[in-house]
């Protein structure tokens, strides 16, 4: 039988995927839950030290479906905040949690706003309660950047380098730092999270999106009292993005371990963010439509993975398809050498040009 555990950072998962932070980590209950079917690890919903400030409206999601299939979600917009509920109560829940499962993965994410006395406070009172490690948000989209956090604070690699310089300060647990997609580069702030201690990095947070406009009432959506906000976006149509996230910080930041995800549904996706560089897969938006059972076929489907290509364990494939990314102009080479091989002879550069223009008709003239 393959091996599904990975060990990172002295921790060890039975399993590479772990519950993306969000509604699948949303108590104690359902985080017990998720141990008692087998997930590999957990990330809590956002927590903050004053949940006052915290504010979330009705409706604060939106569906971008399949037009031949209504069911089937492609798409997943949320205007949703960090917890709403008190850090009290989420410091008892999350040593209840790691009493009641003391060999399964706890990870608590936090955020605060840019102080250090804050982010200190919140580090050291969180590791207090047993978590085996913290995962900063400096990645929320939305709602949180108005007041200077989240994606605000993970868009500015200064920024990124010195908040998790202060939470690495602190803590006595490893530290992930949680990248936005919404930049340019998402090099840039792996970087600096490294550069400030983190112990990983996890990716990608949403994508900022408007998932449409409601053609009776003309309103964006999800509207709230008629008005909308940009928000974050999820789920199945994000996964190529991701992939390309994951790719890019596995090549800057090379040894670092990074827990991927976006758009994972199925073990074929995972196994694609792990051949790419990622030793943990995290899973929010794919729990929340298809229910935390999930994690059985996820098991199972990784475990046949693993056999067919007969590896031995999960960390055997990890980053495997990471060197086979380069230059377009080194693919065109590579191209024209190829052909000269089988040609057998020196050919014109432009040989191809009939296969290229065939590709393009089989799009075009269907
Ligand atoms: C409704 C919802 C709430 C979320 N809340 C949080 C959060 O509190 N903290 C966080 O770091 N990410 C949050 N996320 C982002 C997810 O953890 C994840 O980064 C993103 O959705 C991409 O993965 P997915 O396609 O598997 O959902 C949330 C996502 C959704 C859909």
């Given at each position: ?12 998962f ?18 017990k ?12 919903k ?22 031949d ?10 205007i ?17 949690c790691?009493?009641a ?17 804050l ?20 990645s ?25 310089g ?5 803590s ?7 990248m ?6 998402p090099?840039?702030s ?7 201690g ?29 008005y ?5 976006y999820?789920?199945k ?12 910080i ?14 994972v ?11 790419l ?37 999960v960390?055997?494939m990890v980053?495997l398809?990471l ?9 065109v080479?590579?191209q024209?050498q ?11 550069d432009?040989?191809?040009r ?8 089989s799009?075009v003239?269907?």
């Amino acid at each position: 039988m393959a091996d599904l555990s990975i060990e990172i950072n002295g921790l060890r998962f039975p399993n590479p995927f772990v519950l993306g932070s969000g509604p699948p980590g949303t108590n104690a209950r359902v985080i017990k839950r998720s141990f008692e079917l087998g997930w590999g690890g957990i990330v809590c919903k956002t927590l903050s030290l004053d949940h006052e400030k915290v504010k979330n409206t009705v409706p604060r999601y939106g569906k971008l479906t399949d037009p031949d299939n209504k069911k089937k979600v492609i798409g997943f917009q949320n205007i949703e905040l960090i917890s709403d509920r008190p850090f009290d109560l989420w410091l008892e829940e999350l040593a209840e949690c790691k009493d009641a499962y003391p060999d399964n993965v706890l990870i608590a994410s936090i955020m605060e706003e840019c102080e250090k006395d804050l982010w200190v406070e919140i580090v050291e009172r969180t590791q207090e309660t047993g978590v085996d490690a913290l995962e900063l948000n400096l990645s929320c989209p939305h709602g949180l950047p108005e007041r200077a956090m989240g994606a605000a604070m993970g868009q500015d690699p200064e920024m990124v380098e010195m908040v998790t310089g202060w939470a690495t300060s602190a803590s006595k647990i490893p530290v992930w730092a949680k990248m936005t997609p919404n930049v340019t580069d998402p090099t840039l702030s792996a970087e600096a999270a490294i550069r400030g201690g983190a112990d990983g990095i996890s990716a990608i947070n949403t994508i900022l999106c408007t998932i449409g406009i409601n053609l009776k009432t003309l309103r964006p959506m999800p509207t709230v009292e008629g008005y909308t906000v940009p928000g974050g976006y999820s789920g199945k149509a994000v996964m190529p993005i991701a992939l390309r996230h994951i790719m890019e910080i596995c090549r800057a930041c090379p040894g670092v371990h990074v827990s991927g995800m976006g758009g994972v549904e199925t073990a074929e996706d995972a196994a694609q963010f792990i051949l790419l560089g990622s030793s943990t897969v995290q899973i929010c938006t794919g729990a929340m439509l298809n229910g935390y059972e999930m994690i059985s076929d996820l098991c199972q489907g990784l475990e046949t993975f693993l056999e067919q290509h007969e590896f031995a364990g999960v960390a055997d494939m990890v980053g495997l398809s990471l060197p086979y990314f380069s230059t377009h102009a080194d693919l065109v080479e590579r191209q024209l050498q190829a052909k000269r091989e089988k040609a057998g002879e020196t050919q014109r550069d432009d040989m191809w040009r009939g296969d290229i223009a065939k590709e393009t008709d089989s799009l075009v003239t269907d």
